[in-house]
T-cell receptor, first 110, second 115 residues
Framework: DQQVKQNSPSLSVQEGRISILNCDYTNSMFDYFLWYKKYPAEGPTFLISISSIKDKNEDGRFTVFLNKSAKHLSLHIVPSQPGDSAVYFCAASLTDKLIFGTGTRLQVFP | SAVISQKPSRDICQRGTSLTIQCQVDSQVTMMFWYRQQPGQSLTLIATANQGSEATYESGFVIDKFPISRPNLTFSTLTVSNMSPEDSSIYLC????????????FGPGTRLTVT
């Protein structure tokens, strides 16, 4: 049973525009949600997190929105840059364990 | 955050052999984890490496196949035993430094190919 789902395997966005990556979850007990970025041949890099009691968290170009009633979160990147091209994983924490989604490959083109 | 290194970075191994992957952290950390990422798949937690005691394995993973050691707060090893081609994956260690959001920091991974 996939508790964290990313239904879009890929996304292509023009440089300077907004990138929106989506994630759905099934377990209402998750206490934090996190986004990671992964380049080829590297480990995932932590980007931003949000507590389950919040609905928005912002850090520079990255904003995460949480809709608990819909069990849905999204990562907004504004403006998108070519260096943002990577695979993005959402993850949910259950105390100290992380459960990852399947990832969305973002490509930002000039 | 923490700086994490893994050795080897990649290896090609024959079926039936074993490989031990090392994970070194630049500071003492509360918890260390081992993950597997099979081709085109998500990251799956194998086990939590406990310092001074047996690792805690997730469903579907057993100690005989994936023995783990954690002799101190900065080092851990994962062994992939009696390998088959299905074990071809990226193996990643991660650490949790005790922050409130439970973010984990990952090593660069070990790319294992079993022939």
């Amino acid at each position: 049973d996939q508790q964290v789902k990313q239904n879009s395997p890929s996304l292509s966005v023009q440089e300077g525009r907004i990138s929106i990556l989506n994630c759905d979850y099934t377990n209402s007990m998750f206490d934090y949600f996190l986004w990671y970025k992964k380049y080829p041949a590297e480990g995932p890099t932590f980007l931003i997190s949000i507590s389950s009691i919040k609905d928005k968290n912002e850090d520079g170009r990255f904003t995460v929105f949480l809709n608990k009633s819909a069990k849905h979160l999204s990562l907004h990147i504004v403006p998108s840059q070519p260096g943002d091209s990577a695979v993005y994983f959402c993850a949910a924490s259950l105390t100290d364990k992380l459960i990852f989604g399947t990832g969305t490959r973002l490509q930002v083109f000039p | 955050s923490a700086v994490i290194s893994q050795k080897p970075s990649r290896d090609i191994c024959q079926r039936g052999t074993s490989l031990t992957i090392q994970c070194q952290v630049d500071s003492q950390v509360t918890m260390m984890f081992w993950y597997r990422q099979q081709p085109g798949q998500s990251l799956t937690l194998i086990a939590t490496a406990n310092q001074g005691s047996e690792a805690t394995y997730e469903s579907g993973f057993v100690i005989d196949k994936f023995p783990i050691s954690r002799p101190n707060l900065t080092f851990s090893t994962l062994t992939v035993s009696n390998m088959s081609p299905e074990d071809s994956s990226i193996y990643l260690c991660s650490v949790y430094t005790g922050t409130s959001a439970y973010e984990q920091y990952f090593g660069p991974g070990t790319r294992l190919t079993v022939t």
